[in-house]
């Protein structure tokens, strides 16, 4: 089992003509740990990703792997394996032919090639030509192209982009297994809710620069706390709860009263003698939190 | 080095993986080979007197042809040039356009190391062409010769010298393609500009400038003229012979990896080394 290493950024900018699309990012990744590397479309995602892999120049910072640069790994392919966005093949080559070009550059073995085709599930498909190829399929052979050295880093972009469902179930499966064999995952994407099940720690980002960085659970916080009543009589529930001075606004199953305490309203609506038909609290998600550290999330 | 090696095999690889290299060896096959026999037939015909020179529309001109072997042969690089060229040029903005830069950077890093492979494959592979050329132009137009009655010389050390010089001529055209590939990585724009330049600009340049001395000398160092040279012959030739001499064999080879180096280098800095987005 090859041994993942510690993914780190420092101080890493890159700034695009004048528009900066990194900002002084710094954060690590560690071994055995699924990372999920968050933020809107257009937060500098790939870029990142792409400084980190070499194939982008950072206009200021480092990007290693336990200390090394990219450019630096003596055997880059048996060290990480990357699997980026772009749909990057020759459309007239088959999925063998794509994969063996690469193993002969890396000095890799070529049975490795029906290996990780194996692997990923494209084995009945190795010699149809990419062009034909569907984008789960696609996806599936830039994750095969990842696998080629058997990484202890894997290095992924928007993977689950284009995924069936039964795809989608498979790649969280497979990013839990690759963790817990002591690799080091990173994985991007624009929506929390892809990864949430999948992912041990995340790295949110902005327009940028780094929001939010630590365990899933650090999400899990509840800020701004709201509970949903609702009566057959609204009007003498909205007196009652303005008496007492507690705010709410009309939402569409109820009013929102802001308040994390049910029971407080239970009881004055039995003092007032109201009957309910609605009474349960709204618990912020993961997914709210998220939205709010990124902004809004106008741009999702 | 044994990683540099393992990126010429991986070249190797990319170009005998798609079916672009097997489609332009069956046209230039088939171009040449037209190209090769029927003007032998014609040259011939007209120097064994099976058709009359009074039937020629010769433009005033000679109809001293020189060393018509040579001048049939010659067709696989002063024609047949252009597809080394495109295979070349192909196989680099192919990298930028489907966006195979990527896993290819990532294999390894060392990205001169990546582009001075490409250029070692596509130099023997351009040879390969060379081959392809000559067993059109020599094989069918020598066929035809022969069947003429002309010598084809065959065995004589001047046609094998050009056949050598040819393979060479033809290598190093496909290094410019490269260079070429890297200079203007938009295929649509490096596609029309070896067709434009190969097959309409460089030809009407070096017809101008034959006109006056002081600019055929200048025109030699056209990669056309220059390759010819190097070749030794051309029918090209045919339509300035009052032109100062052209070079020397050796020093239109060396003007023909002058191109592909200057071009190659220059693209290097202006694509190859720049951010794969």
Not at chain 1, 99 to 108: D, F, P, S, T, W
Request: charged letters at 15%.
């Amino acid at each position: 089992m090859p041994a993942g290493a510690v993914i780190e950024f420092h101080n890493i900018s890159k700034r695009f003509g004048g528009v900066a699309a990194v900002h002084d990012l710094s954060f690590t990744v560690e071994p055995g740990r699924v990372t999920g590397f968050l933020g809107p479309n257009g937060a500098g995602k790939t870029t990142s990703l792409r400084i980190l892999l070499g194939l982008v120049a950072a206009s200021s910072g480092t990007a290693t792997f336990d200390g090394v640069r990219y450019r630096d790994l003596p055997h880059p392919l048996k060290t990480v394996g990357a699997a980026l966005e772009a749909a990057s093949f020759h459309p007239g080559r088959s999925a063998r032919s794509h994969l063996g070009v690469y193993a002969i550059a890396a000095g890799l073995p070529r049975t490795r090639v029906m290996e990780v085709l194996t692997q990923v599930g494209l084995a009945a498909h190795a010699d149809q030509r990419v062009g034909g190829y569907s984008l789960g399929m696609r996806q599936r052979l830039g994750l095969a192209y990842a696998l080629l050295g058997d990484p202890g880093v894997l290095v992924l972009d928007e993977p689950i982009n284009g995924l069936d469902p039964e795809g989608i179930r498979w790649i969280r499966g497979f990013l839990r297994d690759m963790a817990a064999g002591g690799r080091t995952v990173l994985v991007s994407s624009h929506l929390l809710s892809e990864v949430a099940q999948s992912v041990d720690d995340v790295v949110i980002i902005a327009r940028g620069e780094l929001v939010h960085l630590g365990p899933l659970s650090s999400l899990d916080t509840d800020a701004a706390p709201q509970t949903i009543v609702d009566s057959p009589d609204r009007e003498d529930l909205a007196a009652t709860l303005t008496a007492a001075g507690i705010s709410f606004s009309i939402g569409r199953t109820g009013l929102l009263a802001s308040t994390g305490d049910p029971a407080l309203l239970g009881h004055l609506a039995f003092e007032a003698g109201i009957e309910l038909s609605v009474l349960h609290r709204q618990k912020a998600g993961l997914e709210d939190s998220f939205l709010a550290l990124v902004g809004g999330g106008h741009s999702l | 080095m044994t990683m540099f090696l393992r990126c010429v095999s991986a070249e190797f690889s990319k170009i005998f993986t798609t079916r672009l290299w097997w489609i332009l060896a069956i046209v230039l096959f088939c171009y040449i080979g037209l190209l090769a026999g029927s003007l032998a037939a014609l040259f011939a015909g007209i120097q064994t007197g099976v058709i009359s020179p009074d039937a020629v529309n010769t433009g005033g001109g000679s109809t001293d042809l020189g060393d018509l072997p040579s001048l049939i042969y010659s067709f696989a690089s002063s024609v047949g040039y252009v597809f080394p060229v495109l295979l070349g040029t192909l196989a680099t903005t192919g990298e930028f356009r489907h966006q195979t830069l990527t896993p290819t950077f990532l294999a390894t890093p060392r990205r001169g190391l990546v582009l001075g492979a490409k250029t070692v494959t596509l130099i023997l592979v351009g040879a390969g062409f060379g081959v392809v050329a000559l067993a059109a132009s020599v094989g069918l137009g020598g066929g035809v010769l022969s069947a003429f009655g002309v010598d084809a010389l065959l065995f004589d050390s001047e046609t094998w010298l050009l056949v050598t010089r040819t393979l060479l001529a033809m290598g190093l055209w496909a290094a410019i393609g490269v260079g070429l590939g890297v200079l203007v990585p938009n295929q649509v724009a490096s596609i029309v500009t070896v067709l434009a330049f190969t097959q309409f600009v460089e030809p009407l340049l070096r017809l101008a400038a034959s006109f006056l001395e002081v600019t055929a000398k200048i025109g030699n160092f056209l990669p056309g003229a220059a390759s010819d040279a190097l070749v030794g012959s051309s029918f090209l030739n045919l339509a300035n012979p009052s032109a100062s001499l052209p070079l020397d064999w050796w020093q239109g080879g060396l003007v023909l990896l002058g191109y592909a180096l200057v071009a190659t280098v220059i693209g290097y800095a202006v694509s190859w080394k720049k951010d794969v987005t």
